[in-house]
C-alpha cells in the first residue's frame, strides 16, 4: 500500500494542514511522535510503510491538528531551553520568547559580588509547566529555587518535569503569586505571568484559544497580575534583589511605571530577537 510510505503521508498530512504556516512542520512533529522517534527518522526513511495503527493514529492527530489543537498539547511535550517538558491542557505551552528571561536571569552582573557557588534563592511565579524554574535549576544547581502556581494540576506536571529532567534543587509550592514565600529572603523572582487584556481577540484565534485562560488573560488592560506581583515582589526581596517580569510587545512603558509606582529601581525594559520589549528588570533600593 503505495499511501502508506512515510514520505507519501507526510505530503497528504502538510497538504492537509496548508492553512498553517508551519504545516509542514506540525506534520514532521507528529508523525515522529506517532513512530517515537527522531524527526530526523522521516527523511533518513521516506520509504519506510508504516503500518495500519500508525497510520491510524497519525490520521487522528492530524485531524485534531486540522481543529487547531496545538502541537504540544498533540504530543504531550515541548522543548524548553534544553529541556524537553511534559505540556497539558492545565498549562500554558512555553514559548521561546521566555527564554530572554531566563538568559537575563542567569548573567552573572545582575547580582554581583556573590561568590560563583553562593546561595541564590530564586522564586519563579506562576512556574506552569516549570519552564522558567527548571532552566534556571538546571544551568545553577546550587541555587535554592521556589516555583508557585496556584493551579494543582499545573503544579503535577512541573514536578513530573522536575523529576523527568533529573533537578533536584527547586520546591514546588501551591498559592497565588508571592502568597507561599517569605518575606525580604530572595535575590531573584522571575515570572512570566499572564499578561493578554481580556478582550483581546487574539486569545480567540489560533492556539492560544486551547491554552488555559487564566494564564493568559489579566484584566481590561492586561496588567491586573503584574500589578500585584509588582506590590507583593519588593517586600519578598533582599534590598538589591531583582524582579525580571516578561510582558507583551507594548507595555514596556506600562511596566515600568507600575514598578516605579511600587517603589522598584533601577527599571529597564530589555528586547527579544525581533525587537519588541520583552522583559522589565526592575531592583528593590539598596538605601
Ligand atoms: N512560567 C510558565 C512559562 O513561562 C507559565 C506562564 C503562564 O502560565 N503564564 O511557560
Given at each position: 500500500?503505495?499511501?502508506?510510505?512515510?514520505?507519501?503521508?507526510?505530503?497528504?498530512?502538510?497538504?492537509?494542514?496548508?492553512?498553517?504556516?508551519?504545516?509542514?512542520?506540525?506534520?514532521?512533529?507528529?508523525?515522529?511522535?506517532?513512530?517515537?522517534?527522531?524527526?530526523?527518522?522521516?527523511?533518513?526513511?521516506?520509504?519506510?510503510l508504516?503500518?495500519?495503527?500508525?497510520v491510524a493514529?497519525?490520521?487522528?492527530?492530524?485531524?485534531?491538528?486540522?481543529?487547531?489543537?496545538?502541537?504540544?498539547?498533540?504530543?504531550?511535550?515541548?522543548?524548553f531551553?534544553?529541556?524537553?517538558?511534559?505540556?497539558?491542557?492545565?498549562?500554558?505551552?512555553?514559548?521561546p520568547?521566555?527564554?530572554?528571561?531566563?538568559?537575563?536571569?542567569?548573567?552573572?552582573e545582575?547580582?554581583?559580588g556573590?561568590?560563583?557557588?553562593?546561595?541564590?534563592?530564586?522564586?519563579?511565579?506562576?512556574?506552569?509547566t516549570?519552564?522558567?524554574?527548571?532552566?534556571?535549576?538546571?544551568?545553577?544547581?546550587?541555587?535554592?529555587?521556589?516555583?508557585?502556581?496556584?493551579?494543582?494540576?499545573?503544579?503535577?506536571?512541573?514536578?513530573?518535569?522536575?523529576?523527568?529532567?533529573?533537578?533536584?534543587?527547586?520546591?514546588?509550592?501551591?498559592?497565588?503569586?508571592?502568597?507561599?514565600?517569605?518575606?525580604?529572603?530572595?535575590?531573584?523572582?522571575?515570572?512570566?505571568?499572564?499578561?493578554?487584556?481580556?478582550?483581546?481577540?487574539?486569545?480567540?484565534i489560533?492556539?492560544v484559544?486551547?491554552?488555559?485562560?487564566p494564564?493568559?488573560?489579566?484584566?481590561?488592560?492586561?496588567?491586573q497580575?503584574?500589578?500585584?506581583?509588582?506590590?507583593q515582589?519588593?517586600?519578598?526581596?533582599?534590598?538589591?534583589?531583582?524582579?525580571?517580569?516578561?510582558?507583551?510587545?507594548?507595555?514596556?512603558?506600562?511596566?515600568?511605571?507600575?514598578?516605579?509606582?511600587?517603589?522598584?529601581?533601577?527599571?529597564?525594559?530589555?528586547?527579544?530577537?525581533?525587537?519588541?520589549?520583552?522583559?522589565?528588570?526592575?531592583?528593590?533600593?539598596?538605601?
Amino acid at each position: 500500500m503505495s499511501s502508506a510510505r512515510i514520505d507519501v503521508v507526510l505530503a497528504q498530512a502538510s497538504q492537509a494542514l496548508a492553512a498553517s504556516t508551519t504545516g509542514r512542520l506540525d506534520a514532521e512533529l507528529l508523525l515522529a511522535h506517532v513512530l517515537d522517534k527522531p524527526r530526523s527518522y522521516l527523511f533518513t526513511w521516506p520509504e519506510q510503510l508504516l503500518d495500519c495503527a500508525q497510520v491510524a493514529a497519525f490520521r487522528q492527530l492530524v485531524s485534531r491538528r486540522q481543529m487547531g489543537v496545538p502541537v504540544a498539547y498533540l504530543t504531550g511535550y515541548r522543548e524548553f531551553w534544553h529541556l524537553t517538558l511534559k505540556v497539558t491542557e492545565a498549562t500554558l505551552i512555553p514559548r521561546p520568547d521566555t527564554e530572554l528571561l531566563v538568559e537575563l536571569a542567569l548573567n552573572p552582573e545582575l547580582l554581583p559580588g556573590q561568590e560563583p557557588s553562593a546561595t541564590i534563592r530564586v522564586a519563579d511565579l506562576g512556574t506552569g509547566t516549570g519552564a522558567i524554574a527548571l532552566a534556571l535549576a538546571s544551568e545553577q544547581p546550587h541555587w535554592d529555587i521556589v516555583a508557585v502556581d496556584k493551579s494543582p494540576e499545573a503544579l503535577t506536571v512541573a514536578r513530573e518535569n522536575a523529576a523527568n529532567n533529573q533537578i533536584a534543587n527547586v520546591l514546588f509550592l501551591e498559592g497565588s503569586w508571592c502568597d507561599p514565600l517569605t518575606q525580604g529572603a530572595l535575590n531573584l523572582i522571575v515570572s512570566n505571568p499572564p499578561y493578554i487584556a481580556s478582550d483581546d481577540p487574539h486569545l480567540k484565534i489560533g492556539d492560544v484559544r486551547f491554552e488555559p485562560i487564566p494564564a493568559l488573560a489579566s484584566g481590561a488592560d492586561g496588567l491586573q497580575d503584574i500589578r500585584q506581583i509588582a506590590k507583593q515582589s519588593l517586600p519578598c526581596l533582599v534590598t538589591g534583589g531583582w524582579l525580571l517580569l516578561e510582558h507583551g510587545y507594548d507595555q514596556g512603558a506600562l511596566v515600568r511605571a507600575v514598578l516605579a509606582q511600587a517603589g522598584f529601581s533601577q527599571i529597564r525594559t530589555e528586547t527579544d530577537l525581533a525587537g519588541h520589549d520583552r522583559v522589565t528588570l526592575a531592583r528593590r533600593p539598596v538605601g
